[in-house]
């Protein structure tokens, strides 16, 4: 006799909008082969349908799982019984003792949507740094099929903890879901957007408690923000592989309902993701600049609905509504190959309800959470005290000490820096950096800069080869030494290597500072290698350096520096006719005269979009009273009258 499946949620569709999933557990895990062969007898009874994007070849590396997911069509009234007999033979035959579904029957109204944009202004994006040369950045990824395979998912080597254990009393006053159910009624409007939300089918099923700690609720109503929509949660009872494609299915689920096909030229979300941390059996699903006419309380009920699906199949341990910071998109990106998706806090909240003593004392002495994950939860706390907070100050110090103490390679290390910086311990904090990361190193010299401005020459010494790879970083740390240590900057720069990595950096560097510094920083650049002609952004920064620190040196009224830079720049002036201008300048100021009006033929000559400018620059003005300049223009003029 057969063993019995349990099959939960299927049941026949009632719209043409239903969709879902469909999640199956096997007694043993299945191999890549027997895992294909199940979905494509699902598929020939109509309960799914394969990717035809999707590379067979690749199915190949896909490991052994029992758990299982796929998307599912929910059948019409007349085909579910035929669909049930269908997944209890499947189920014998594959060995599975559990199958799920988990469907929707409505979707944003992307129409009305679209109606909503058209009607509303444009916003202007005024770009205030739009004439620097910065590399243009990628064009963000849009997620446009709701059960394509992520590229950006990343994973760990699994060494999950133990089943969180009950606390006592603390276990449920840790459990922040029993909100009012008048927080329905709290959520913000998406700006632009409608006063309520918009929905194809009515709106989605929404919950508005789960059976788990969930942390930022209710709070997570009022402080939505659409630019970093997110929740991290953390599984419970056992592990099984392949759960973490559960996960990345329910996360489909919950987008699938912002698309609306109707509307495919109106993009809901910029980018979506999952963050997998399989060593502590964590996920974070996140999406940035969700634009849907939903309110946040239709959102955020949703979402929480999604959870407690995903917590039927798998128990959730503990969630948290939670913002995509930087940090979070490194990770998802790929900077990061062994990410920590840190999903609560229980130790905040016995710190704010106990006293730091307690909270300590239950961080010591439990189980449910890696040391890892402990010391990401005492620097969130620590993070709460102000360092230049005399009193709050040492208990952040106690706090990000005990977090090292848990993991030493935290990001306690920077943070403590921090304060001892702060607290006017600056050979302290030089210690601590001496054996940390490279951007610890930077960071306390540019925390002394800006807190203890006397002390940074003892910092520089920080500065080793270590820190010698980051061209960006330095170029940073050289800015804010001009802005807050002036008197340094030269030591700082007599640091740096002399790798042509620098320059646009350091040219980029150069326009947040006053005008002595960043001519101080452009002469560096100008003594670094030159960067080789056709070499994109290093070589048009390295030219325009000579320009800009010519015009610097003059404005600044070097003239004779102002001449030797112009001098510098003639062999680049092909490449950029703006040095042409600049040298003018430059040459009339020290009375070179014909010089000055041979720079004036060479600009117009190679063809300077600012030729007219000259006419008028009150630098000019000893050449503009010459004859000969007025010729120079006239020629120009009567040039270009005959090429139209």
Same mark, same amino acid.
């Given at each position: 006799m057969s063993e019995s499946v349990e099959i939960v949620g299927l049941e026949a569709r009632r719209s043409d909008l239903a969709r879902g999933i469909v999640i199956a557990r096997a007694r043993v895990p299945l191999d890549a082969d027997t895992q294909r062969s199940l979905w494509l007898a699902m598929e020939a009874f109509g309960a799914t349908e394969s990717d035809d994007d999707e590379d067979d070849e690749?199915?190949?590396?896909?490991?052994?799982?029992?758990?299982l997911a796929a998307p599912w069509l929910p059948p019409a009234p007349g085909e579910l019984d035929a669909h049930r007999l269908a997944i209890v033979e499947l189920s014998e035959r594959y060995g599975l003792d559990g199958i799920w579904f988990v469907k929707v029957e409505t979707g944003i109204d992307g129409v009305a949507w679209r109606e909503l944009m058209a009607a509303a202004e444009p916003v202007a994006d005024d770009d205030p740094f739009g004439d620097e040369p910065t590399p243009t950045a990628d064009p963000p990824e849009i997620v446009d099929a709701i059960f394509d395979e992520q590229a950006e998912v990343l994973y760990s080597a699994p060494d999950?903890?133990?089943?969180?254990?009950?606390?006592? &009393? %603390? !276990? =449920? #006053?840790?459990?922040?879901?029993?909100?009012? &159910? %008048? !927080? =329905? #009624?709290?959520?913000?409007?998406?700006?632009?957007?409608?006063?309520?939300?918009?929905?194809?089918?009515?709106?989605?099923?929404f919950e508005s408690a789960v059976p788990f700690p969930l942390e930022r609720y209710p709070d997570i109503l009022t402080d939505y923000d659409a630019e970093c929509f997110g929740v991290a949660l953390k599984l419970?009872?056992?592990?099984?592989?392949?759960?973490?494609?559960?996960?990345?299915a329910f996360f489909a689920l919950w987008l699938s309902v912002y698309q609306d096909e109707?509307?495919?030229?109106?993009?809901?979300?910029?980018?979506?993701?999952?963050?997998?941390?399989?060593?502590?059996?964590?996920?974070?699903?996140?999406?940035?600049?969700?634009?849907?006419p939903a309110t946040a309380s239709d959102q955020v009920h949703f979402l929480m609905w999604i959870l407690a699906r995903l917590h039927e199949v798998i128990p959730i341990a503990w969630?948290?509504?939670?913002?995509?910071?930087?940090g979070v998109k490194a990770r998802a990106s790929g900077d990061d190959t062994d990410p920590l998706v840190l999903a609560g806090n229980p130790f905040a909240d016995r710190f704010e309800r106990h006293g730091e003593e307690a909270a300590l004392a239950w961080a010591v002495g439990q189980s449910a959470w890696s040391r890892r994950e402990l010391a990401g939860m005492l620097v969130e706390v620590a993070l709460r005290h102000d360092p230049d907070d005399p009193a709050a100050a040492p208990v952040a110090e106690r706090l990000l000490r005990r977090a090292l103490a848990f993991d030493a390679k935290s990001d306690a290390t920077g943070y403590l820096a921090i304060v001892l910086v702060r607290q006017l311990r600056v050979a302290e904090a030089i210690a601590l950096a001496k054996d940390a990361t490279p951007d610890v190193k930077t960071l306390v010299v540019g925390d002394t800069a800006e807190h203890a401005p006397g002390e940074v020459p003892a910092t520089l010494e920080l500065l080793d080869a270590s820190v010698a790879g980051d061209p960006e970083e330095l170029a940073?740390?050289?800015?804010?030494?001009?802005?807050?240590?002036?008197?340094?900057?030269?030591?700082?720069?007599?640091?740096?290597?002399?790798?042509?990595?620098?320059?646009?950096?350091?040219?980029?560097?150069?326009?947040?500072?006053?005008?002595?510094?960043?001519?101080?920083?452009?002469?560096?650049?100008l003594s670094l290698p030159e960067p080789a002609a056709g070499t994109g952004e290093p070589r048009t920064a390295y030219v325009m350096a000579w320009n800009n620190a010519c015009i610097h040196a003059h404005a600044l009224g070097d003239y004779d520096l102002a001449t030797e830079l112009a001098d510098g720049a003639q062999r680049f002036a092909a490449e950029n006719p703006y040095i042409h201008h600049s040298a003018a300048c430059a040459y009339a100021a020290t009375g070179q005269t014909d010089r000055a009006l041979a720079q004036v033929q060479f600009a117009?000559?190679?063809?300077?979009e600012h030729a007219e400018k000259m006419e008028t620059d009150a630098d000019l003005a000893t050449l503009q009273i010459d004859p000969r300049f007025a010729a120079v223009f006239s020629d120009w003029r009567t040039k270009r009258a005959d090429l139209n």
């Open positions: 690749d199915d190949d590396d896909d490991p052994p799982r029992q758990w999950a903890p133990l089943e969180p254990q009950a606390d006592g &009393d %603390d !276990a =449920d #006053d840790t459990d922040d879901a029993d909100a009012d &159910d %008048d !927080a =329905d #009624d709290g959520g913000r409007v998406i700006d632009p957007g409608p006063d309520e939300s918009h929905w194809r089918n009515g709106s989605p099923p419970a009872g056992d592990r099984m592989p392949g759960e973490e494609s559960i996960i990345n109707r509307a495919e030229d109106i993009e809901p979300f910029q980018r979506a993701d999952v963050v997998h941390d399989r060593t502590h059996r964590s996920a974070l699903m996140w999406v940035e600049k969700l634009a849907v969630a948290r509504f939670e913002e995509v910071d930087e940073d740390l050289a800015a804010t030494l001009a802005r807050h240590a002036p008197q340094h900057l030269g030591a700082l720069l007599d640091r740096l290597p002399h790798d042509a990595a620098l320059v646009p950096n350091l040219y980029n560097a150069s326009f947040s500072v006053e005008r002595p510094e960043g001519l101080q920083i452009l002469r560096f650049v117009i000559d190679r063809g300077y």
